[in-house]
Protein backbone atom coordinates (compact mmCIF):
# COMPACT_ATOMS: atom_id res chain seq x y z
CA UNK A 1 0.00 0.00 0.00
CA UNK A 2 0.75 3.46 -0.92
CA UNK A 3 -0.05 6.26 1.02
CA UNK A 4 1.35 9.81 -1.61
CA UNK A 5 2.51 12.93 0.17
CA UNK A 6 2.38 16.48 -1.66
CA UNK A 7 2.83 19.93 -0.94
CA UNK A 8 1.55 23.47 -1.97
CA UNK A 9 2.66 27.05 -1.66
CA UNK A 10 6.75 26.09 -1.36
CA UNK A 11 7.19 29.46 -3.43
CA UNK A 12 4.19 31.99 -2.29
CA UNK A 13 5.64 35.20 -0.61
CA UNK A 14 2.62 35.02 1.73
CA UNK A 15 0.57 32.45 3.54
CA UNK A 16 1.23 28.85 4.61
CA UNK A 17 2.71 26.28 3.28
CA UNK A 18 -0.51 23.05 2.82
CA UNK A 19 0.36 19.22 2.44
CA UNK A 20 -1.56 16.39 2.22
CA UNK A 21 -1.20 12.81 2.50
CA UNK A 22 -3.73 10.16 0.51
CA UNK A 23 -3.91 6.22 0.90
CA UNK A 24 -6.07 4.95 -2.04
CA UNK A 25 -8.15 1.89 -3.03
CA UNK A 26 -6.94 -0.42 -5.88
CA UNK A 27 -10.70 0.63 -7.30
CA UNK A 28 -10.09 4.33 -7.02
CA UNK A 29 -10.87 5.73 -10.26
CA UNK A 30 -7.57 6.99 -11.02
CA UNK A 31 -8.54 8.09 -14.55
CA UNK A 32 -9.40 11.27 -12.81
CA UNK A 33 -6.14 11.99 -11.56
CA UNK A 34 -3.05 13.75 -12.92
CA UNK A 35 -0.78 16.90 -11.38
CA UNK A 36 -2.74 19.71 -9.47
CA UNK A 37 -0.53 21.98 -11.75
CA UNK A 38 -2.00 20.23 -15.18
CA UNK A 39 -5.71 20.61 -13.97
CA UNK A 40 -8.66 23.19 -14.45
CA UNK A 41 -9.89 24.54 -11.12
CA UNK A 42 -12.84 22.89 -12.19
CA UNK A 43 -10.84 20.25 -12.88
CA UNK A 44 -9.38 19.96 -9.45
CA UNK A 45 -12.74 20.72 -7.72
CA UNK A 46 -13.88 17.58 -8.96
CA UNK A 47 -11.11 15.53 -8.40
CA UNK A 48 -11.00 16.70 -4.87
CA UNK A 49 -14.60 15.33 -4.37
CA UNK A 50 -13.69 12.14 -5.68
CA UNK A 51 -10.71 11.79 -3.78
CA UNK A 52 -12.95 12.94 -0.08
CA UNK A 53 -15.35 10.39 -1.06
CA UNK A 54 -13.71 7.46 -2.03
CA UNK A 55 -10.23 7.57 -0.81
CA UNK A 56 -9.45 4.64 2.14
CA UNK A 57 -7.53 7.57 4.23
CA UNK A 58 -6.50 11.14 3.69
CA UNK A 59 -5.37 14.28 6.03
CA UNK A 60 -4.40 17.67 5.78
CA UNK A 61 -1.59 19.62 7.31
CA UNK A 62 -0.37 23.35 7.59
CA UNK A 63 2.89 25.20 8.54
CA UNK A 64 2.36 28.68 9.06
CA UNK A 65 4.35 31.87 7.62
CA UNK A 66 5.87 32.14 11.22
CA UNK A 67 6.84 28.78 11.06
CA UNK A 68 8.03 29.10 7.67
CA UNK A 69 10.37 32.42 8.56
CA UNK A 70 11.40 30.80 12.21
CA UNK A 71 12.46 26.93 10.12
CA UNK A 72 12.68 27.80 6.18
CA UNK A 73 10.28 26.84 3.55
CA UNK A 74 11.70 22.72 3.40
CA UNK A 75 11.93 21.79 6.91
CA UNK A 76 8.10 23.56 7.34
CA UNK A 77 7.10 21.29 4.12
CA UNK A 78 8.41 18.34 5.45
CA UNK A 79 6.38 19.25 9.11
CA UNK A 80 3.51 20.01 6.75
CA UNK A 81 3.57 16.52 5.69
CA UNK A 82 4.05 14.98 8.99
CA UNK A 83 1.15 16.52 10.27
CA UNK A 84 -0.78 15.85 7.16
CA UNK A 85 0.12 12.08 7.76
CA UNK A 86 -0.71 12.18 11.37
CA UNK A 87 -3.89 13.84 10.66
CA UNK A 88 -4.60 11.24 8.37
CA UNK A 89 -4.21 8.50 11.07
CA UNK A 90 -6.43 10.73 13.52
CA UNK A 91 -9.21 11.21 10.82
CA UNK A 92 -9.69 7.55 9.97
CA UNK A 93 -8.90 5.90 12.96
CA UNK A 94 -8.41 2.28 12.84
CA UNK A 95 -7.64 2.37 8.49
CA UNK A 96 -3.92 2.35 10.03
CA UNK A 97 -2.32 -0.17 12.39
CA UNK A 98 -4.88 -2.70 12.09
CA UNK A 99 -5.17 -6.15 11.13
CA UNK A 100 -9.10 -6.94 10.69
CA UNK A 101 -10.28 -6.91 7.25
CA UNK A 102 -9.94 -4.03 5.02
CA UNK A 103 -7.71 -2.18 7.13
CA UNK A 104 -3.83 -1.05 6.45
CA UNK A 105 -1.32 -3.25 8.72
CA UNK A 106 1.42 -0.56 9.05
CA UNK A 107 4.10 -2.85 8.03
CA UNK A 108 2.40 -3.14 4.41
CA UNK A 109 2.37 0.94 4.21
CA UNK A 110 5.20 3.12 2.19
CA UNK A 111 4.83 6.76 1.59
CA UNK A 112 5.68 8.17 -1.49
CA UNK A 113 6.71 11.65 -1.04
CA UNK A 114 7.35 13.97 -4.13
CA UNK A 115 10.98 15.45 -4.12
CA UNK A 116 14.47 14.71 -2.69
CA UNK A 117 13.54 14.63 0.46
CA UNK A 118 11.19 12.86 3.35
CA UNK A 119 9.69 13.55 6.96
CA UNK A 120 9.65 11.77 9.57
CA UNK A 121 7.10 9.43 9.66
CA UNK A 122 6.15 6.16 11.43
CA UNK A 123 6.60 4.34 7.66
CA UNK A 124 9.19 3.83 5.55
CA UNK A 125 9.85 6.88 2.95
CA UNK A 126 10.88 6.99 -0.35
CA UNK A 127 10.91 10.87 -2.24
CA UNK A 128 10.72 10.66 -6.17
CA UNK A 129 11.25 13.58 -7.81
CA UNK A 130 8.11 14.26 -10.17
CA UNK A 131 6.14 11.72 -8.42
CA UNK A 132 3.32 14.07 -8.55
CA UNK A 133 2.96 12.80 -12.60
CA UNK A 134 3.42 9.11 -11.88
CA UNK A 135 2.03 7.65 -8.64
CA UNK A 136 -1.71 8.12 -8.47
CA UNK A 137 -1.32 8.88 -4.87
CA UNK A 138 0.60 11.84 -4.75
CA UNK A 139 -1.34 13.22 -7.71
CA UNK A 140 -4.35 12.79 -5.12
CA UNK A 141 -2.17 14.40 -2.63
CA UNK A 142 -1.14 16.96 -4.86
CA UNK A 143 -4.78 18.36 -6.04
CA UNK A 144 -5.88 18.13 -2.21
CA UNK A 145 -3.12 20.24 -1.00
CA UNK A 146 -3.38 22.59 -3.69
CA UNK A 147 -7.29 23.17 -3.30
CA UNK A 148 -7.00 23.18 0.53
CA UNK A 149 -4.48 25.77 0.08
CA UNK A 150 -6.15 28.01 -2.68
CA UNK A 151 -9.11 28.25 -0.20
CA UNK A 152 -7.06 29.58 2.23
CA UNK A 153 -5.81 31.69 0.48
CA UNK A 154 -9.21 32.98 -0.92
CA UNK A 155 -10.24 33.10 2.59
CA UNK A 156 -7.62 35.31 3.93
CA UNK A 157 -8.95 37.68 1.14
CA UNK A 158 -11.79 38.74 3.16
CA UNK A 159 -9.38 39.37 6.22
CA UNK A 160 -6.29 41.48 3.63
CA UNK A 161 -8.98 42.28 0.59
CA UNK A 162 -6.46 44.97 -0.50
CA UNK A 163 -3.72 42.39 -1.37
CA UNK A 164 -5.41 40.17 -3.80
CA UNK A 165 -4.98 36.82 -2.33
CA UNK A 166 -7.93 35.42 -4.27
CA UNK A 167 -6.23 35.90 -7.51
CA UNK A 168 -2.91 35.68 -7.22
CA UNK A 169 -2.91 32.78 -3.71
CA UNK A 170 -0.14 34.60 -2.58
CA UNK A 171 2.36 33.85 -5.04
CA UNK A 172 5.47 36.71 -6.50
CA UNK A 173 2.69 38.26 -9.06
CA UNK A 174 3.91 41.55 -10.43
CA UNK A 175 0.49 43.38 -8.40
CA UNK A 176 1.38 40.64 -5.47
CA UNK A 177 4.41 42.81 -5.18
CA UNK A 178 2.88 46.43 -6.24
CA UNK A 179 0.52 45.55 -3.18
CA UNK A 180 3.47 44.66 -0.92
CA UNK A 181 5.31 48.13 -1.83
CA UNK A 182 2.04 50.49 -1.71
CA UNK A 183 0.64 48.77 1.72
CA UNK A 184 4.07 47.18 3.48
CA UNK A 185 3.69 43.40 4.37
CA UNK A 186 0.49 41.90 5.10
CA UNK A 187 0.32 39.84 8.78
CA UNK A 188 0.45 36.56 6.32
CA UNK A 189 3.76 37.67 4.72
CA UNK A 190 7.00 35.32 4.74
CA UNK A 191 9.17 37.58 6.04
CA UNK A 192 12.15 35.74 5.49
CA UNK A 193 11.36 35.64 1.60
CA UNK A 194 13.11 37.97 -0.72
CA UNK A 195 10.54 40.83 -2.05
CA UNK A 196 12.00 42.63 -4.39
Known sequence: MVCGLDEAGRGPLAGPVCAAAVILPGDFPREFLRDSKKLTPSGREAARILIYEKASAW??????AAEIDEINIL???LLAMERAFRAMALAFPGAIGETAPGKIPPDTLE???????VPALPVPCRALVKADSIVPEVMAASILAKTARDRMMER???????????????????EHREKIARYGPSPIQRKSFVLH
Open 111 to 117: AVIDGLY
Open 59 to 64: GIGWAS
Open 156 to 174: YSWLYPVYGYEKHKGYPTR
Open 75 to 77: RAS
